[in-house]
């Protein structure tokens, strides 16, 4: 799914599953319609649940006949396994050209925190699904996307690591535990994010990297001052 190399650049590859399926001298209509497929999946797995959902209301939205469907996948586990692959290897890659960016451990892994929590509000839908209903698809198959070792972890892992490694992190952290802490945290934003809400995307992401590096950080170590929160007035 990735390799990581010493400086922390993870390569990511092509989706598997629809690279097997469809070559590169497909017409451009078809990619459009695969791309209209993906979308009105993404949807309807997010408004029903993967157990919810089923090809024929799939077929519906797009106004086509289910059997039509089987040109691009062969079965809902397909589509619900392209759906979250896709997902997973967009959020890997602002990741990884998050990280790998100009700065010490502790000002990349601030680009990660703030770069991540905005990817996942501006893609609501898809991240819900991704985090959703992983579950639904058998192990062999989250083992596909996700790799042997997680890979948005390893990030984390790897900059908080380094970041140790050249005195910037508290002698005391763990990275493996504080990068689970730190991603199971960001991560959980999806579910209360409101978009046109009182908090900003950006501002989120700003905070939380605030309080998890001020958590981490070596005493004498200087960090960015980040202006207080301003909530956005609600409409009545």
Known sequence: MFRQDPDGVVEVREPVGRSRRRGSGERKPREERWAELFAVATETFHEKGYEGASLQDIAERLGMLKGSLYYYI??????????????????????????????????RLRNVIVGH??????????????????????????????????????????LISKGK??????????????????????????????????????????????????????PGVELPVVKPVKRARKAH
């Open 74 to 107: 062969h079965s809902k586990e397909d589509l619900l396994f392209e759906v979250i692959n896709e997902v997973h290897q967009q959020g890997l890659a602002n990741i990884a050209e998050l990280a790998g960016r100009p700065g010490d451990p502790l000002q």
């Open 117 to 158: 929590i905005e990817h996942m509000c501006r893609n609501l839908t898809g991240t819900t699904v991704f985090l959703h209903e992983m579950q639904a698809l058998p192990k062999t198959r989250q083992e596909e996307i996700l790799g042997g070792e997680h890979a948005y972890r390893s990030v984390f892992l790897d």
């Open 165 to 218: 490694a050249e005195g910037l992190v508290r002698e005391s952290v763990d990275p493996k535990l504080a990068s689970l802490s730190i991603l199971g945290s960001v991560n959980w934003v999806y579910r209360w994010f409101s978009p046109g809400g009182e908090f900003t995307p950006a501002q989120i992401g700003e905070h939380f990297a605030d309080l998890t590096l001020r958590g981490l950080a070596a």
